[in-house]
């Protein structure tokens, strides 16, 4: 309906009374023109008004023609529209060049011509602009029309091209007319501006720009033989609009999502807008917040990160997530669903030994068949995306149904924290993470072992940002962050001060210190160990960082015991707490073969600190630990089990 509306009011600015046998129209090279070829006589019948033309030479090679009524015919880059109810028919010619230029003639085949001297200008800036815009589906979009000043008072024309027909969607006359979703403004000297509001697949195609005129520059009067002179093309492309999501998450729980938007707009600034009200934009690249809400504008790869800790009910409801653009914003709407929680475990705690392995069970929706995932809070405790250079490092597993593992293998000090688990779902323009697992993750140095009498070397690394250096005159460099090790853990009322990095003289004779800031490593020497120096010992910096290290004793004298195959062996230790077989004792204490009361050859008498092995076989031969506990950690016992076969002498021998 609003197409037949202005095209009543684009027609009707062109009714003229009287006989025109010539006329001139003026277009701009490179753009186009749009003009009437009028009859005398309004009484001709019908079947006389077919057979229109508007051509330049006889056979018409250059030019249109037609016998079809009410509808656009094309020709290439020339169009003809004939209602011969109106007693003219239209012309419209694209893509006019300088060879364009000269005279033609329009008319009917039987009764009538007129001449037509087309013109083409090429002077002009802004002559034959042609531009391409993209927008999304709901997007506003605004566009500017330029012209030449002396065009100020003439009546501006935005023309659609949309195959069949070409209508006009809106002739300003005044400073500012608006119509639905078009918006024509015309307050500037040089240009006037163009806005489509809701933007929809029907608003794609081909907008032209142009001004109503005569034969001369001055406004057209009431009587003149006007046309449309087209100086600027703009081709809209509707993209698909930015999505509308469902994301689920779980009520006390996280979640992490990734916005992504086109490339064009990856250097915009993007915000996320919560519950359509309040709206969080970033101004410095970096993590902002708003209660509970996280945001993160990562324009160099043109995603906005979102996080959201610590789930509520109330924090159900619709978000968007968008970039800022020069005329109006860009969204993807994210509905947020909060489910309860009725299977997922508040937290957990694991502890992992530097350089090795460690597993994290998580949970997923059993119904959810998606990208396992892991992240890790950074200091401001927000879940990132572990970046691509990790991935080798972490392998997933699945165990049961809605059970999977996390393993992160040779773990490092950087690994310490906290860790959310969950799965990942992701849709063109949104990947979404539900965390439904928390673990904290501590971290332990391997087992320090020594003799009785011989020394050790405690090393405690530490992370570079502990590593801030002040230099002295002589061009020594010392950190200013002091370096602790403690027996017990660092800055508790319990905790025993072994020596810090900055003592300047020596307390104990047996314990020396060094810092080696440039590779961050912390090392304290310790001599002429004793039992009593067993314990578990904390590497520290300040209060922010405790790192625990387990030091075990083995006892100068080794115990050695021999015995048939067949027969039996006590062995007894000082305060025995633990005995177990292997090769070193940090590996038998935690993964060798322990004796127990599963295994029916191996027996600790009650109130006795003794092993009794009965039924001997050949390969028990080897080396035991038997251990007492000191502070946390064991002194330990060596022993040596030799078990041999005795062999039966003949008779007489």
Same mark, same amino acid.
């Given at each position: 309906?609003?197409?037949?509306?202005?095209?009543?009011?684009?027609?009707?600015? $062109?009714?003229?009374?009287g006989q025109v046998l010539c006329f001139k129209v003026i277009g701009c090279s490179g753009g186009s023109v749009m003009f009437k070829c009028m009859k005398t006589n309004k009484r001709e019948s019908?079947?006389?008004?077919?057979?229109?033309?508007?051509?330049? @030479?006889?056979?018409?090679?250059?030019? +249109?023609? #037609?016998?079809?009524?009410?509808?656009?015919?094309?020709? =290439?880059?020339?169009?003809?529209?004939?209602?011969?109810?109106?007693?003219?028919?239209?012309?419209?010619?694209?893509?006019?060049? &300088?060879?364009?230029? %000269?005279?033609?003639?329009?008319?009917?085949?039987?009764? $009538?011509?007129?001449?037509?001297?087309? /013109?083409? @200008?090429?002077?002009?800036?802004?002559?034959?602009?042609?531009?391409?815009?993209?927008?999304?589906?709901?997007?506003?979009?605004?566009?500017?029309?330029?012209?030449?000043?002396?065009? =100020?008072?003439?009546?501006?024309?935005?023309?659609?091209?949309?195959?069949?027909?070409?209508?006009?969607?809106?002739?300003?006359?005044?400073?500012?007319?608006?119509?639905?979703?078009?918006?024509?403004?015309?307050?500037?000297?040089?240009?006037?501006? /163009?806005?489509? &509001?809701?933007?929809? !697949?029907?608003?794609?195609?081909?907008?032209?720009?142009?001004?109503?005129?005569?034969?001369?520059?001055?406004?057209?009067?009431?009587?003149?033989?006007?046309?449309?002179?087209?100086?600027? !093309? +703009?081709?809209?492309?509707?993209?698909?609009?930015?999505?509308?999501?469902? /994301?689920?998450?779980?009520?006390?729980?996280?979640?992490?999502?990734?916005?992504?938007?086109?490339? =064009?707009?990856?250097?915009?600034?993007?915000?996320?807008?919560?519950?359509?009200?309040?709206?969080?934009?970033d101004e410095q690249n970096q993590w902002i917040h708003h209660d509970r809400v996280h945001m993160y504008d990562d324009r160099s790869s043109g995603v906005l990160k979102v996080f959201i800790s610590?789930?509520?009910?109330?924090?159900?409801?619709?978000?968007?997530?968008?970039?800022?653009?020069?005329?109006?914003?860009?969204?993807?709407?994210? &509905?947020?669903? +909060?489910?309860?929680?009725?299977?997922?475990?508040?937290?957990?705690?694991?502890?992992?030994?530097?350089?090795?392995?460690?597993?994290?069970?998580?949970?997923?929706?059993?119904?959810?068949?998606?990208i396992k995932h892991i992240c890790k809070e950074n200091e401001q405790k927000i879940c990132q995306s572990i970046s691509s250079s990790e991935k080798q490092r972490f392998e997933f597993s699945d165990? #049961?149904?809605?059970?999977?593992?996390?393993?992160?293998?040779?773990?490092?000090?950087?690994?310490?924290?906290?860790? $959310?688990?969950?799965?990942?779902? &992701?849709?063109?323009?949104?990947?979404?993470?539900?965390?439904?697992?928390?673990?904290?993750?501590?971290?332990?140095?391997?087992?320090?072992?020594?003799?009785? %009498?011989?020394?050790?070397?405690?090393? *405690?690394?530490?992370?570079?940002?502990?590593?801030?250096?002040?230099?002295?005159?002589?061009?020594?460099?010392?950190?200013?962050?002091?370096?602790?090790?403690?027996?017990?853990?660092?800055?508790?009322?319990?905790?025993?001060?072994?020596?810090?990095?900055?003592?300047?003289?020596?307390?104990?004779?047996?314990?020396?210190?060094?810092?080696?800031?440039?590779?961050?490593?912390?090392?304290?020497?310790?001599? =002429?160990?004793?039992?009593?120096?067993?314990?578990?010992? $904390?590497?520290?910096?300040?209060?922010?960082?405790?790192?625990?290290?387990?030091?075990?004793?083995?006892?100068?004298?080794?115990?050695?015991?021999?015995?048939? /195959?067949?027969?039996?062996?006590?062995?007894?230790?000082?305060?025995?707490?633990?005995?177990?077989?292997?090769?070193?004792? @940090?590996?038998?204490?935690?993964?060798?073969?322990?004796?127990?009361?599963?295994?029916?050859?191996?027996?600790?008498? !009650?109130?006795?600190?003794?092993?009794?092995?009965?039924?001997?076989?050949?390969?028990?031969?080897?080396?035991?630990?038997?251990?007492?506990?000191?502070?946390?950690?064991?002194?330990?016992?060596?022993?040596?089990?030799?078990?041999?076969?005795?062999? *039966?002498?003949?008779?007489?021998?």
């Amino acid at each position: 309906m609003r197409a037949t509306i202005t095209i009543t009011i684009y027609f009707s600015l $062109w009714m003229m009374s009287g006989q025109v046998l010539c006329f001139k129209v003026i277009g701009c090279s490179g753009g186009s023109v749009m003009f009437k070829c009028m009859k005398t006589n309004k009484r001709e019948s019908s079947d006389q008004l077919k057979g229109k033309y508007f051509c330049r @030479n006889r056979d018409c090679t250059t030019g +249109i023609s #037609t016998e079809i009524q009410h509808r656009w015919v094309y020709n =290439e880059r020339f169009a003809l529209y004939d209602d011969e109810k109106r007693g003219f028919f239209s012309v419209f010619i694209r893509k006019l060049s &300088r060879e364009d230029d %000269g005279k033609y003639t329009c008319g009917n085949n039987q009764e $009538w011509s007129r001449d037509v001297d087309l /013109v083409v @200008n090429r002077n002009s800036s802004s002559c034959g602009t042609s531009v391409i815009r993209s927008a999304y589906k709901g997007q506003t979009i605004t566009f500017s029309c330029e012209y030449d000043p002396k065009f =100020e008072t003439h009546t501006k024309v935005l023309y659609r091209v949309n195959g069949d027909p070409v209508f006009v969607l809106k002739i300003s006359q005044s400073s500012q007319s608006s119509e639905e979703k078009f918006i024509l403004s015309d307050n500037q000297r040089n240009h006037f501006t /163009v806005t489509i &509001r809701d933007i929809s !697949e029907e608003e794609r195609g081909v907008y032209l720009c142009g001004v109503e005129r005569d034969g001369g520059d001055t406004p057209p009067s009431e009587t003149s033989v006007t046309h449309i002179t087209f100086i600027k !093309e +703009i081709q809209l492309k509707v993209k698909s609009q930015i999505t509308s999501v469902q /994301v689920e998450a779980y009520i006390s729980k996280s979640v992490f999502i990734k916005c992504e938007f086109p490339e =064009e707009f990856k250097e915009n600034q993007k915000f996320i807008q919560i519950h359509s009200s309040q709206e969080i934009s970033d101004e410095q690249n970096q993590w902002i917040h708003h209660d509970r809400v996280h945001m993160y504008d990562d324009r160099s790869s043109g995603v906005l990160k979102v996080f959201i800790s610590d789930l509520t009910e109330a924090d159900e409801g619709t978000y968007r997530c968008g970039v800022k653009t020069v005329n109006d914003h860009l969204f993807t709407e994210i &509905r947020l669903k +909060i489910n309860q929680v009725d299977h997922f475990p508040e937290s957990s705690e694991s502890a992992a030994v530097i350089g090795e392995s460690v597993k994290l069970s998580c949970n997923s929706p059993e119904k959810q068949q998606s990208i396992k995932h892991i992240c890790k809070e950074n200091e401001q405790k927000i879940c990132q995306s572990i970046s691509s250079s990790e991935k080798q490092r972490f392998e997933f597993s699945d165990s #049961t149904a809605g059970v999977f593992t996390a393993s992160i293998s040779n773990v490092s000090l950087r690994d310490a924290g906290v860790y $959310w688990c969950g799965a990942e779902t &992701r849709h063109q323009h949104l990947t979404s993470v539900s965390l439904t697992n928390k673990h904290q993750l501590t971290l332990t140095m391997p087992p320090v072992i020594g003799r009785e %009498g011989d020394s050790v070397q405690i090393q *405690c690394p530490y992370d570079e940002k502990h590593n801030e250096e002040m230099c002295l005159r002589r061009g020594k460099c010392l950190s200013k962050v002091v370096k602790y090790l403690c027996k017990g853990k660092c800055f508790t009322e319990d905790a025993q001060i072994i020596i810090h990095s900055d003592e300047d003289h020596v307390k104990n004779p047996r314990i020396s210190v060094k810092d080696d800031t440039e590779l961050n490593l912390f090392t304290v020497t310790m001599t =002429e160990l004793r039992a009593v120096d067993a314990g578990k010992y $904390w590497c520290a910096v300040k209060d922010v960082f405790n790192l625990p290290i387990e030091l075990m004793i083995i006892r100068k004298d080794a115990v050695a015991h021999e015995a048939s /195959v067949g027969g039996s062996v006590s062995i007894s230790c000082k305060h025995m707490r633990c005995f177990c077989r292997g090769y070193q004792p @940090n590996i038998c204490f935690r993964d060798g073969v322990h004796v127990s009361s599963d295994n029916s050859r191996f027996s600790l008498p !009650e109130e006795t600190f003794s092993v009794k092995i009965s039924d001997l076989r050949a390969e028990d031969s080897g080396k035991y630990w038997c251990a007492e506990e000191s502070s946390g950690s064991f002194i330990i016992t060596e022993v040596q089990l030799n078990v041999i076969r005795e062999f *039966c002498l003949p008779p007489g021998a």
